[in-house]
């Protein structure tokens, strides 16, 4: 028991002493982010003496950017799964090796998640009182009870996954499967609900039309599913390019699929979506009028929504056609969904819910340049997280270091 | 990455070959690493400015539905110690809990309201709310006549005189709502009904989420964005600690029919101040209550917002 | 340049750019909040629940002036007045109530004063029945033409009641009908409305010429 803890103890040290060393091109990057996750700091601290008025938040418009921020890297995160299933119920053989790119992904994303829930909170000194046993957790009534159970659930299932496969790995030793196939089939559908519970903290309130509607939790899979996924075909290529990692372009067209079955899956719902407001053209129909066209001269939001829809229509046309094969168009169109579904997803989706308020008043949104600092900071932070588990991950699958070569 | 250099171990990437070398580049790391530190410090440096933002004792306060009423006491003595230090008035601040056989119901005339606001104004003064940044819990909406699509309602007038003609008044506040959707949402029991169907806020239990106003189909939550300012001579010291005991950055709060006049037996401070009458309030449960004959004999109330099913305490209803 | 120069250059410069911002957070450069109009406080008149008017109940329960209340002061009981009426029937005030304003309903069916004040009594109030009724008891006349407002009145429904709404804990008052009703022109008088709700996030003018501009 003592030497497997000692033998544990060696490989964290190691790992740890990793993420502090690299060639230049690290050492920048890793201080651009850090330079970064410090604006962030200093903004969060400001925010956090003078109160959320240094946001543009308000009691009309209630939620803004962090919880925008928040549900699309929930999805993110949920999105590893789509590295999973390929692996672990279709047996893919092209992927397998990069499931735990994925899960890694998942494990940053879950702690920006957490991070923005966190800076959104009006007295994050009450945390505890969240938390169950010692506090008042409103299981099962509040949606927000179950986001905290389903997250912190996720991250344990992938720091468990990951960090049991790593070591394994490192100690040369081939992993049980009782310990860990059971987690990752958890952990599939897990990854569904996480996004889902995500969903329905929308779509269970009455007084909101625009976020009360079925069709929320199906979008955001969609979407999540395109996302994350385009984000991973990026991720891998950059360590592609960094490191001796072999990464197969077979592996980025399997991806490929995925994306393009999303996102065409995603689009459809949108259409269903536009359908039913305008059509129907209810009372209800006010938010997505002043998402889509602007309402009573108020049009903040317009401008975002169609680049939102014209980045997810170029993407869609682009993943359909042969040409994004070529890794060059399938890239474009990587960053086209990923940057469509993030403004389509956040701000698109948060802050129309508000506007105008149960009482038809019209008081618009706009982030600050303290609150932007702030997320520009988390995001920062999870790229570093993500950036240093892979530091670590990495020489490890690739055998350069492991127990074999320990010199303690 | 460092996996393109041509060593395969990166450990050994800190044994350096020169003791030269080695030295500068110590000196370099070590610089980054203090002037990153220095810069960590700095970036906190907003911090100082914090002014009692939490004590040990305000951190660990218990929940208020498990706390003795030992424990009680001993926080309603340091919220009177803190108002009057802060604002030089020694409040009486209670702890009221709800009466037996009691359930409070409001019902508002929208043929005899105005619009005069001063429904919005007399509660502010009552419940000590913030001035700068301003909460107030009532909206008054002018509405055109013949409609009821709040939409159409505007917020701002600021009419020579009311009332105008076309045009009617619906003041809105907390409905005080038999299934209310923000107590449903809150993840940590801050609010909750209680029995004679006032939903309160244990403002030392809000996390500041803001879960309740984004469910809330009324407007009726607020939130502190900022430390809330109430000038000296405008604090009501008689306050109750589910009620207008003054709040602190970063909470929530709402309508709670006055607490501290209601679970006394008084009206709420907006029924005595309206000059048409149209406010009336009372105990449902009563058969010789003002409610219970508004309810019993006008022909047309309604609840706002009937179909999403939070069914209202707070009815409006029209003389004839 | 090597990769070990390269690595040199990369620390100089964050050491450089951490410094930079070491120093720029301590100058608090940026991400000040932004200047918010000052919200003025609320006119206290806003704030107290006086109501209308004040009728002649409470003018005697404040024991305030109710010399106008006298009316043999000014005139005669044995002499009864004689009303005067001009050629469309409205009435012709006399120069010393030339403050009523003459407007009960919108007809002129109330174009009489003894439809309400007892012609044998001025300081008295008479029903069309016939009972007299003193000047304070005004209610009980409305009443007898306004009957299901007088119904709602006498459940507390109609006007103002204030006090206690549990009348074991203590008292109540109801407000007579002329506390809000001038009873010579009974319509609701209306009034500047209080100040309407000031939203968290206003942009402030930068400068005075600037506010003048707009």
């Known amino acids: 028991m003592m030497k497997a803890a000692k033998n544990y103890w060696i490989f964290v040290n190691r790992c740890a002493r990793l993420a502090f060393v690299g060639d230049w091109r690290y050492y920048a990057w890793m201080g651009f982010l850090t330079i970064f996750v410090l604006l962030g700091i200093n903004a969060y601290a400001k925010q956090f003496v003078s109160g959320l008025i240094t946001t543009g938040m308000s009691d009309q418009v209630s939620w803004g950017v962090y919880i925008a921020n928040f549900t699309f890297i929930v999805g993110v995160a949920a999105a590893a799964a789509m590295l999973v299933i390929p692996v672990y119920v279709y047996a893919n053989e092209e992927l397998h090796d990069l499931v735990i790119f994925g899960e890694l992904l998942a494990v940053s994303a879950i702690v920006m998640c957490l991070s923005f829930v966190t800076v959104d909170l009006g007295r994050p000194d009450r945390f505890w009182h969240l938390i169950p046993g010692i506090g008042q957790f409103n299981f099962p009534h509040s949606m927000l009870s179950w986001d905290v159970i389903v997250l912190n659930g996720y991250l344990l299932l992938n720091v468990h996954i990951c960090g049991y496969l790593l070591y394994c790995r490192y100690q040369g030793r081939k992993p049980a499967r009782w310990f860990y196939i059971p987690f990752v089939f958890i952990a599939i559908g897990w990854a569904i609900s996480i996004h889902t519970v995500t969903a329905f903290l929308y779509v269970g309130l009455g007084g909101r039309p625009f976020w009360n509607s ?20 990026l991720a891998l290529q950059v360590i592609r390019n960094v490191t001796a990692y072999r990464i197969t372009d077979k592996a980025l067209l399997t991806l490929r699929s995925i994306v393009q079955v999303s996102m065409l899956i995603n689009v459809f719902l949108l259409v269903n979506e536009i359908f039913k407001e305008f059509y129907s053209g209810t009372m209800h129909v006010a938010s997505s009028k002043y998402l889509f066209f602007g309402l009573h001269g108020h049009h903040a939001l317009v401008p975002w929504i169609w680049t939102a829809i014209a980045c997810n229509m170029i993407a869609m046309f682009l993943l359909i056609l042969p040409i994004s094969r070529s890794l060059k168009y399938l890239n474009v169109a990587c960053v086209l969904a990923f940057v469509g579904i993030w403004i389509e997803k956040g701000m698109g989706l948060v802050v129309p819910g508000f506007i105008p308020t149960p009482l038809g008043e019209i008081v618009e949104y706009s982030p600050t340049l303290n609150e932007a600092l702030i997320c520009i900071g988390i ?29 303690a | 990455m460092s996996d393109s250099s041509p060593n395969p171990n990166p450990d050994s990437a800190q044994k350096p070959p020169e003791h030269g070398q080695s030295r500068r580049d110590f000196l370099r790391t070590s610089a980054v690493v203090a002037t990153g530190v220095a810069a960590l410090a700095a970036a906190l440096a907003p911090l100082r400015d914090l002014k009692d933002f939490t004590t040990v004792e305000k951190f660990l306060q218990k929940y208020y539905k498990e706390m003795t009423p030992q424990d009680m006491e001993k926080v309603l003595d340091r919220i009177r110690r803190e108002v009057e230090a802060q604002y030089g008035v020694r409040p009486t601040v209670q702890d009221l809990k709800p009466m037996n056989g009691v359930e409070f119901v409001y019902c508002l005339n929208l043929t005899r309201c105005i619009g005069c606001r001063k429904c919005v104004h007399a509660c502010v003064a009552e419940n000590n709310q913030s001035r700068d940044p301003e909460i107030q819990y009532i909206r008054v909406l002018r509405m055109p006549h013949g409609s009821l699509d709040l939409e159409k309602g505007e917020h701002n007038y600021d009419s020579e005189q009311v009332p105008e003609k076309n045009y009617f008044y619906m003041p809105i506040q907390c409905q005080q709502c038999r299934n209310p959707a923000c107590v449903k949402v809150c993840p940590t029991k801050a609010t909750w009904q209680d029995k004679d169907g006032i939903t309160v806020i244990d403002y030392d239990w809000c996390i500041g989420c803001r879960y309740c106003e984004a469910a809330c189909p009324y407007f009726a939550r607020r939130f502190n964005w900022t430390r809330p300012t109430i000038p000296k001579d405008r604090l009501n010291p008689n306050m109750a600690y589910l009620g207008n005991r003054p709040r602190r950055q970063g909470v929530m709060e709402k309508c709670h029919f006055c607490i501290q006049r209601t679970r006394a037996g008084r009206y709420p401070a907006c029924v005595e101040v309206c000059p048409a009458g149209a406010r009336k309030f009372g105990n449902v449960l009563d058969p010789e209550s003002e409610v219970s004959y508004i309810l019993r004999n006008k022909r047309v109330f309604i609840q706002l917002k009937e179909e999403v099913g939070t069914s209202p305490r707070f009815y409006y209803y029209f003389d004839v | 340049m090597n990769s070990r120069s390269k690595t040199s250059t990369v620390l100089v410069v964050l050491t450089l750019g951490f410094c930079f911002l070491a120093c720029s957070f301590l100058l608090n450069l940026w991400g000040h909040p932004a200047l918010r109009a000052p ?96 000047i304070e008891e005004s209610p009980q006349l409305c009443g007898s033409c306004h009957g299901p407002t007088f119904r709602d009145w006498e459940a507390g429904v109609h006007g103002r009641v204030s006090g206690y709404w549990n009348r074991a804990m203590g008292g109540f008052e109801r407000k007579t009908c002329p506390s809000c009703h001038d009873p010579h022109s009974p319509k609701f008088p209306p009034r500047k409305p209080a100040p309407g709700p000031h939203a968290l996030h206003t942009a402030v003018a930068s400068s005075p010429a600037e506010q003048e501009h707009h």
């Open chain 3, 39 to 134: 919200v003025p406080l609320v006119d206290l008149a806003f704030i107290e629940p006086s109501t209308a008017r004040l009728s002649a109940a409470d003018l005697i329960k404040a024991k305030a002036d109710t010399s106008n209340f006298e009316c043999y002061t000014c005139h005669d009981k044995k002499n009864p007045v004689k009303i005067k009426y001009d050629t469309n029937e409205m009435i012709i005030l006399p120069t010393e109530h030339q403050d009523l304003k003459m407007g009960h309903g919108r007809h002129n069916r109330n174009n009489n004063c003894f439809n309400c004040h007892n012609e044998k009594n001025l300081e008295s109030l008479q029903t069309r029945d016939g009972r007299e009724l003193k």
């Open chain 1, 214 to 233: 079925s069709i929320v939790g199906p979008r955001f899979i969609a979407s999540a599913f395109t996302a994350g996924p385009s984000l991973i075909i």
């Open chain 1, 379 to 407: 995001w920062c932070f999870g790229f570093l997280c993500y950036t240093t588990l892979l530091r670590m991950a990495i020489p490890i699958l690739q055998g350069q270091i492991s127990k074999a070569n320990e010199t």
